[in-house]
């Protein structure tokens, strides 16, 4: 019964959501249906490519969850490849509902957001939230959410995403942070079973590991600040400062054992999207999407926890033909680097880009590497240190694996 109930929920609120409607903008659009539409067209000039559109005219939808009604609507479409004799498709990606045209401003720039959000995504993992769902639906509330805890800011069911209380006082970096979260919880895989903050952890990595990338992409020149429309870098810098690179520190200053991830209350929570955002931030984005691909729930098991995750991630390193070592803040700056790696048993032959001297330290003085071009090594966590040729440069250390010495 609680499946079914669950499954007409979903389309009950799929079908409500769009009640109301004058006319829903097409999945697909090009540059000159755009331009000749009854609508307000801002093109993205910036790194990602796409279009925010605000159709002219009195409309009015209503959420299919709060019956409530909205008045200001802003569509978010990201350009696609042209073929060489045909102008850019431009797909809707995102929907962002307000509760008055007064606060359309706020509606674009959560489009902006949201599509910022889905290039990184892309960027960084090769990710698309799923296809079957194209257009996420984001509603910004007039009220709290009925029925929710007091200290619930937001919400997402399927592709329908719920920010409450627009006119609740939030900072830029609130408000980059509560979309994330809630966008992260659709796009990215779900890992569950936690205590607290809540049962899922795919939202708290989504703010998390995106404002890192964004931020990474920013100090790299990937991004330029045109590309942010709520938060600026100093937000950005302060938000990694306080919360991204302290979860990083727990793990890269010694490393990390299975048991710590069986915790499930909130230290248990920042443990998992700490090994997280370390992996990304040590042996990049690449990597990272394949802990994803090879983490696997536990016989008997439903769903994916933390503990499946720290084994997938392993094991992930061990199948692989090369592994990439990065310095564990690419924000920080200074010119050394010391930090705890996994690396598994093999025979590797070393390549350094942008580095003077490195070590890799082991308890067992004859198993000490430095400045080698090949080296074997038994599974474990070490310690290594790099002095960057450039203290602002991104220097990295490749271990490509050698036939024998494995296991």
Known sequence: MKAVSV????????????????????????????????????????????ALIVPNGYRTS??????????????????????????????????????????LEIAKRAVSHLLLLLWENHSHLHFDHPVSENTVELWITSGPGTGRSADAAGEQFKNQIYIYDI????????????????????????????????????????????????????????????????????????????????????????????????????????????????FDSIYGSAALRRAMDSTLPKNGQQYIKSDDFFRGALYSLKSAKEIEIHPAQVTSGVGKDSFYIYLPKGRYRISEYDILNWRIDSQNPNEVVKNQSSAAFNAGWRSIHMQRKDGNASPSITLTRQPGGTT
């Open 7 to 50: 499954l007409i929920f979903a389309v009950l609120l799929l079908l409500r959501s769009h009640m109301g409607n004058a006319s829903i903008l097409p999945e697909e659009l090009t540059l000159s249906q755009m331009v000749a539409m009854d609508a307000a067209v801002e093109q993205m000039q910036g790194a990602v490519k796409g």
């Open 62 to 103: 209503i959420d299919g969850k709060y019956n409530r009604k909205y008045h200001g609507v802003c569509y978010g479409y990201l350009a696609g490849i042209a073929a060489s004799d045909s102008e850019p498709v431009y797909s809707r990606r995102f929907i962002v509902h307000v509760p008055d045209t007064e606060q």
């Open 167 to 278: 006119n609740s006082a939030r900072s830029p970096e609130e408000w980059a942070r509560e979309i994330s979260h809630e966008y992260g919880h659709f796009a990215l895989p779900g890992v569950s079973g936690f205590s607290a903050p809540e049962n899922w952890a795919n939202g708290m990595l989504g703010e998390r590991l995106s404002l890192k990338w964004i931020l990474e992409d920013i100090i790299l020149g990937r991004l330029s600040k045109n590309d942010l429309r709520i938060l600026d870098e100093n937000d950005l810098r302060d938000y990694v400062h306080r919360q991204v690179s302290p979860l990083i520190v727990q793990i890269s200053a010694k490393g990390a054992d299975e048991k710590s991830f069986l915790s499930k209350d909130s230290r248990g929570m920042d443990i998992y999207t700490g090994f997280a955002l370390y």
